[in-house]
Nanobody, 123 residues
Framework: VQLAESGGGLVQTGTSLRLSCAAS????????MGWYRQAPGKQRESVAS????????TYTDPVKGRFTISRDNAKNTIDLQMNNLKPEDTAVYYC?????????????????WGQGTQVTVSS
């Protein structure tokens, strides 16, 4: 599975950005996709995720009400609409995909990552 992100940039506080991630390769085995971010000196954290079959979503508390994750299963893409951006949203944003491969003995899970896209919010 390969992931390609787009849409990062430099914006001012209170404005919006939309990130996109396109998956290619063996996408049929992907069950969850999402976005993580890593700010300088901090650990990578989950921002939002979406289950591709059900559409169920999760968000980290600081972005609830401001960010929206969506999917287009036909195009194998997910988007992250980020509104009312704040300086603390500044980070490198990574697209993530979890692949689950069930076998008779067990379920194998693999994580795939995009190369990251920089989001900088100026105050």
């Amino acid at each position: 599975v390969q992931l390609a992100e787009s849409g990062g940039g430099l914006v001012q506080t209170g404005t919006s950005l939309r990130l996109s991630c396109a998956a290619s390769g063996r996408t049929v085995d992907i069950d969850v996709m999402g976005w993580y971010r890593q700010a300088p000196g901090k650990q990578r954290e989950s921002v939002a995720s979406i289950t591709l079959t059900s559409g169920d979503t999760t968000y980290t508390d600081p972005v609830k009400g401001r960010f929206t994750i969506s999917r287009d299963n036909a195009k194998n893409t997910i988007d992250l609409q980020m509104n009312n951006l704040k300086p603390e949203d500044t980070a490198v944003y990574y697209c993530h995909a979890r692949v689950r491969v069930p076998t008779i003995e067990r379920v194998f899970e693999y994580d795939y990552w995009g190369q990251g896209t920089q989001v900088t919010v100026s105050s």
